[in-house]
């Protein structure tokens, strides 16, 4: 299980800020893919991966990114703060 | 070193006050302040700024650890907002201080320059009939580059 | 734009908000303060700043203008004090304000390079049982080279 | 009859923050040459024109500045405002 979450336009997309995911997905790619199989929200919400950015556990990661042990993904458009 | 993330509007003035009180023998202090400002297009009614509690705090840490590495520094700070701001009010603060103002202008940009691209903040603006999340411009992406030069 | 040469004490934080409340529409506020630090050696007492009343403003003044005159800013203050200051006092201050960051950072330090060699300020640091004019450091005068380089 | 200012050291070493000068010097340099002639506080103020600055009529000049027309001369040392 893997705490999914979602920001910015990602989560107006999806409409949800957050879920629990049930996967055995090795890398965030795989879970993109499992996502982007079950739901047209997903497909919309990763339709781009540029313009997306992801965290694992918090920390800003690529795609390849291996998800053992790892108990929180983070979806979002690059950031816009300061 | 002090970060703080809160949707409570601040007072940039009294921050900056406290922030020099507390300091022994730096010559310098910097201060940036964000402010929000009107859209291009104008009309804008409010700005939301969304956040990523947990890793929003990580991530400013990380960023203050890497000035505090690089830059001989007395002190730092930050404060960043989220929730809904109206325009005038401030964003966001970074105050630095040093012995030198080199080091103190030095480490205030590259804090904005970070906290701009990664630390995990997501400005909207509201119109009074439209919304739309702010881009991120490729600039901000590029400023960062200016830092990496540096490191060899 | 604001110019003041003055031996008062000054409220930086009073200052800073004072200055923003003014602007409209300018995202980014950059502020330096400098601060009566101590001697190297320690124990000083106080700091004396001597200047050229007439020379000071038109100096500042034209170093206003020519950072105006390079960037695109909403707003620029210079406070600077003159006579006996104490340690922790503030010396003097500069703000800017501009749409975007760079503009407020460079403009800031633009100022603070040229005041600091271009303004007819002398500071003498008073000890217990010594004083010393405060020399003026090289890298001072070699700061203003990043400025004059970009004019091409 | 040109006003002569004199601040931070070469002050002290003078002696004076100012004073009337009458003078017939068409330049700067022939202005300190003159004034270092009149007494030895001069020579001890001017002894390194290297280590000094000046302004005429409240403008940075060099040295080599004519003062025709001029009403006010400055020396001091390079600043350190900020």
Same mark, same amino acid.
């Given at each position: 299980m893997i705490d999914c979450l979602y920001f910015a336009w990602v989560r107006e997309r999806i409409g949800a800020p957050r879920e629990r995911v049930e996967t055995s997905a090795a890398t965030v790619m795989e879970l993109v893919e499992e996502l982007r199989g079950r739901d047209p929200r997903y497909g919309a919400a990763f !339709?781009? $991966?540029?313009a997306l950015r992801v965290a694992v556990d918090q920390e800003l990661s690529g795609f390849? !990114?291996? $998800?053992?042990?790892?108990?929180e993904v983070a979806f979002f458009p690059p950031m816009t703060g300061g | 070193m002090s970060v703080r993330v809160q949707s409570a509007r601040f007072d940039a003035g009294a921050e900056l006050n406290a922030f020099s009180a507390g300091?022994?023998?730096?010559g310098a202090v910097v201060s940036f302040t964000g402010v929000v400002r009107d859209r291009e297009a104008g009309g804008m009614v409010a700005m939301e700024i969304e956040h990523y509690p947990g890793m929003t705090e990580r991530a400013i840490a990380g960023i203050v650890e890497e000035a505090r590495r690089r830059w001989d520094l007395a002190d730092a700070l930050v404060i960043h907002r989220h929730g809904r701001l109206v325009p005038a009010e401030p964003i966001m603060m970074v105050a630095t201080a040093a012995r030198h103002r080199l080091a103190a202008f030095e480490a205030a940009e590259f804090l904005m320059d970070y906290l701009k691209s990664r630390a995990p903040f997501w400005k909207k603006e509201i119109g009074p009939r439209d919304a739309a999340w702010v881009a991120a411009k490729d600039g901000d992406e590029a400023a960062l580059g200016r830092w990496a030069a540096r490191e060899q």
């Open positions: !339709a781009d $991966l540029s390849d !990114a291996p $998800l053992a042990g790892v108990r | 300091l022994e023998n730096a």
